[in-house]
């Protein structure tokens, strides 16, 4: 029905972070097989700040539209509504100069190292507190 869009693809990764940053890691080598598939073994400082500022920025982008697409029931506005909050988290990744495909890179980099995991969540906590 609908066609699933770089943004919606982006929605779904950032949700994923959203799972996978409560839930602990299953292996090591699992860990260590995400890192090498994403072809980044490390992040830059810089990159994980800009990662952390449109994690959080895509959290209050949803928090705002999940509320909003609860009560609507015409198909049309619902699809209105999604198209405006795609529109919403691309910018706020555009905002950090990420695209959808560099936020998936830097999501399983991120995912696939404990040390780095444990990081991009202790900046998360930060961002959130500030914001």
Not at 35 to 62: C, M, N, P, Q, T
Not at 88 to 104: D, F, G, H, I, R
């Amino acid at each position: 029905m609908l066609d699933i869009s770089l943004n919606r693809m982006a929605l779904s990764a950032m949700a994923v972070l959203c799972v996978t940053s409560i839930t602990p890691v299953t292996s090591a080598q699992e860990t260590s097989n995400r890192a090498s598939a994403s072809g980044l073994s490390s992040v830059s400082d810089k990159d994980l700040r800009a990662f952390v500022h449109a994690y959080v920025e895509y959290h209050k982008i949803r928090q705002a539209y999940e509320a909003q697409l609860g009560r609507v029931q015409d198909p049309k506005e619902r699809e209105k509504l999604e198209r405006e909050g795609d529109s919403k988290v691309k910018q706020a990744l555009e905002k950090q100069k990420l695209t959808p495909e560099s936020y998936n890179r830097f999501f399983s980099a991120i995912n696939g190292n404990e040390q780095l995991r444990r990081k991009a969540l202790k900046l998360i906590d930060e961002e959130r507190r500030q914001s």
